[in-house]
């Protein structure tokens, strides 16, 4: 954002202007709590007198490595280097070697944060990292009062600020597709496709969808058709082929071999889930054992096991590999947080084959990440 001071001297005399730019918003996360900075360079004890570490405790800039960097007490600490941190008590403190990973930076939005380690962003990347619509308004938050919104296609860059706010745009036009809501903000126009209005409520593979304009005596509309949009219009959109649930003979049996060799391991039907319990975690982690839960895909085998899910308040969150988010579970008398790990989608394990992979071959992937904290 830029501004314009004029200071208005004694009468006769000609105004003057001073241009200056408004200094961005900063802000840390320690141990997972955010807190809010003065400015992009602080003293450590500023730091640490504000995010309530003890004198008994440092803080540690988050690397995701061994070697993460132990901040100076009586030095000062540039936030665009890496602006996530936790205490270490001070005892416990080892020799470390030179850090050469990459640091964590928490992008704050609406007061709530992200964790990535893209210093680059683009307005687009930085909604979809907070589950924005497309079209939501996002401002970069300065000290000033003249923020400047950030389009879609504009670069982002964190050493300019973390920190940002959205603003609700209202919506001209809205359809209802499955008895959801859908406006501009999703993709809705004037005139649509069939297979557009389909993707709304399939958009992995609508082409193998049927459309049913519901608004005009449920008539089925072909995914070729176009269909005039005024508004308040509603659709059906409902899958080709229809498959039954799991094997739940091929899952007990996976989950049997675990248990033969010692792992405590509990099939949840309702939500359909399974929860790995006592799994041990890296020399480094907060604590020694934590349970993650795996949802079941609805399809399994044939559908891959994907994600991981941690104790709501687990100490490992932000820690283990892959950013948290806003998705929940409650099962076995508990909330679950969801954790963007995806081990046979990039993230390391081999392509997922039905015929070889199972919640048997999942947990070493589940070790792999906690191992790694």
Not at 10 to 21: D, K, S, Y
Not at 237 to 261: I, M, N, Q
Not at 349 to 368: D, Q
Request: negative net charge; charged residues 25%; aromatic residues 6%.
């Amino acid at each position: 954002m830029s501004g314009q001071i004029v200071l208005e001297e004694a009468a006769g005399q000609t105004a003057r202007g001073t241009a200056c730019v408004a200094d961005a918003k900063w802000t840390a996360v320690v141990d997972d709590v955010l807190v809010p900075m003065p400015r992009r360079k602080v003293p450590v004890s500023l730091l640490a007198s504000q995010a309530g570490v003890p004198d008994t405790a440092v803080l540690v800039r988050d690397h995701n490595s061994p070697n993460d960097y132990v901040l100076p007490e009586d030095g000062e600490v540039d936030l665009a280097d890496g602006n996530v941190f936790y205490r270490v008590e001070r005892c416990d403190v080892q020799p470390r070697g030179e850090c050469h990973d990459k640091p964590k930076l928490a992008l704050v939005l609406d007061d709530k944060f992200e964790v990535t380690i893209r210093p680059d962003q683009t307005g687009k990347s930085v909604r979809e990292l907070f589950g924005l619509p497309p079209h939501s308004q996002v401002y970069r938050d300065t000290e000033g009062p003249d923020d400047s919104e950030i389009p879609a296609e504009a670069d982002v860059r964190f050493v300019d600020g973390p920190v940002f706010y959205s603003r609700h745009v209202q919506a001209e036009l809205k359809i209802t597709v499955n008895h959801r809501v859908f406006t501009e903000h999703n993709g809705v126009k004037s005139e649509m496709k069939g297979l557009e209005i389909a993707a709304l409520a399939y958009a992995e593979n609508p082409s193998n969808t049927r459309v049913f304009f519901v608004s005009d005596g449920s008539r089925e509309v072909a995914l070729t058709d176009t269909i005039h949009i005024k508004g308040c219009e509603e659709f059906q959109v409902v899958r080709k082929e229809v498959t039954g649930g799991f094997e739940r003979p091929r899952l007990d049996r996976e989950l049997d071999l675990l248990r033969a060799g010692g792992l405590s391991v509990t099939l949840v039907e309702s939500p359909g889930v399974v929860v790995y319990h006592g799994l041990r975690t890296g020399a480094g982690a907060p604590v020694q054992t934590t349970d993650v839960l795996i949802p079941v895909p609805g399809a399994y085998p044939g559908q891959m096991i994907d994600w991981a899910y941690l104790p709501e308040n687990s100490p490992l969150i932000g820690r283990v590999k892959g950013s948290p988010q806003d998705h929940r579970l409650n099962a076995l008398g508990q909330v679950w947080r969801q954790i963007s790990y995806h081990p046979h989608t990039g993230g390391g394990a081999p392509p997922w084959n039905p015929t070889v992979h199972g919640f048997h071959t999942y947990i070493g992937e589940v070790l792999s990440w906690l191992k790694n904290v």
